[in-house]
């Protein structure tokens, strides 16, 4: 069965740091890219970043809202994907999913982990 | 970066027909994805490639695409079906259009 499962999000001060993870079981995670995305409450999606394969050179984006404070990579030993946030700010607060691009666009997504910043 | 436009909502009784539009300047060279969002749970790949059903999807589930706009159209809307339906345009990052909340009463 194909599975990502979030993990690592919590309660942060604003310009804090937490990390996420992500780990994928049932299909071979070195095949794909994987990317991150956020939902605040209430509100639609929105992409936060993306990290491809070896074969493309583990290559980063962002989107601009989290460009230069977040940095996403993986660990393929562990069949993990991270985000790591830095400088955190209140318009941060939301859930955070993780899902995949193998053949077709997050065919698959994680449960989602909840972050929120508040003082 | 581009952008991809829905309207906010859409209401039909069950057994009408649902059509979510969703419009931008890229969709003429890039294909469009539609996913499904049920509360409190992560989304839900429907369509993909404009038109091409996922597995499992139910056949009332299409899609079209022309020109700027993609159309997920849901015949026969079941009550099943209320959810939020957002649309993602592939590129080398990611936009989704703002999410459309279809409601079925």
């Known amino acids: 069965e194909v599975q990502l499962v979030e993990s690592g999000g919590g309660l942060v001060q604003p310009g804090g740091s937490l990390t996420l993870s992500c780990a994928a079981s049932g299909f071979i995670f070195s095949d794909s890219a994987m990317h991150w995305v956020r939902q605040a409450s209430g509100k639609g999606l929105e992409w936060v970043g993306r990290?491809?394969?070896?074969?493309?050179?583990?290559?980063?984006e962002y989107a601009a809202s989290v460009k230069g404070r977040f940095t996403i990579s993986r660990d393929e030993s562990k069949n993990t994907a991270y985000l790591q946030m830095n400088s955190l700010k209140i318009e941060d607060t939301a859930v955070y999913y993780c899902?995949?691009?193998?053949?077709?666009?997050?065919?698959?997504w994680g449960q989602g982990t909840p972050v929120t910043v508040s003082s | 970066s581009y952008e991809l436009t829905q309207p906010p909502s859409v209401s039909v009784s069950p057994g009408q027909t649902a059509r979510i539009t969703c419009s931008g300047d890229a969709l003429p060279k890039k294909y469009a994805y539609w996913y499904q969002q049920k509360s409190g749970q992560a989304p839900v790949l429907v369509i993909y490639e404009d038109n091409k059903r996922l597995s499992g999807i139910p056949e009332r589930f299409s899609g079209s695409s022309s020109g700027t706009m993609a159309t997920l159209t849901i015949n026969g809307a079941q009550v099943e079906d209320e959810a939020d339906y957002y649309c993602y345009s592939r590129d080398s990052s990611g936009v989704f259009g703002g999410g459309t909340k279809l409601t079925v009463l």
């Open positions: 990290i491809r394969n070896k074969a493309n050179n583990y290559a980063t």
């Open positions: 899902t995949r691009v193998l053949v077709l666009p997050f065919d698959c």
